[in-house]
């Protein structure tokens, strides 16, 4: 590919990007969420109760600082309590009301993502992630490189 062509792709590419962030914050917008109360809240439905705030930082790249904020305004409202149990460090659970919001505003997106999958092939499905991870690997290594070597 050409260098013209490589630059088309890439400002498509980080046009979706920006279009996939869009939709999720129209998601949380419209469940009457901040983006990362939901994020949490949908790590909690995918994960189960039990997972702790580092847990969700890895499975959800998100920085502790946002989770941690999140989390505590989370508990103020009565959404999820916080519980150390056994030495396994502190554990986020939804409350009953948590449970119910969850099931009300987080579930459905959930489903609106399945049918969306559904509406493409299995070979597109995996084409997708594929090449996300192929992209993604790539830029991963490329971006590790650049930190190592510093802003020149």
């Given at each position: ?26 998601a ?22 039990g997972c ?101």
């Amino acid at each position: 590919m050409d260098r013209k062509s490589q630059e088309k792709a890439l400002r498509e590419y980080n046009g979706l990007y920006r279009f996939s962030n869009e939709i999720y914050h129209d998601a949380a917008l419209a469940a009457g969420l901040s983006d990362s109360a939901f994020d949490i809240l949908y790590c909690l439905y995918d994960m189960g109760d039990g997972c702790s705030q580092k847990d969700i930082c890895e499975a959800w790249y998100l920085t502790k600082q946002t989770v941690n904020s999140s989390v505590h305004k989370l508990v103020r409202e009565g959404v999820v309590y916080l519980d150390t149990e056994g030495g396994r460090g502190t554990r986020l659970y939804l409350t009953k009301s948590g449970r119910a919001l969850v099931e009300a505003r987080i579930a459905p997106i959930i489903e609106i993502e399945k049918s969306a999958f559904a509406a493409m092939s299995e070979e597109e499905c995996d084409e997708l992630l594929r090449l996300m991870r192929l992209y993604l690997g790539r830029l991963r290594e490329q971006v590790d490189v650049f930190k190592q070597e510093g802003v020149r």
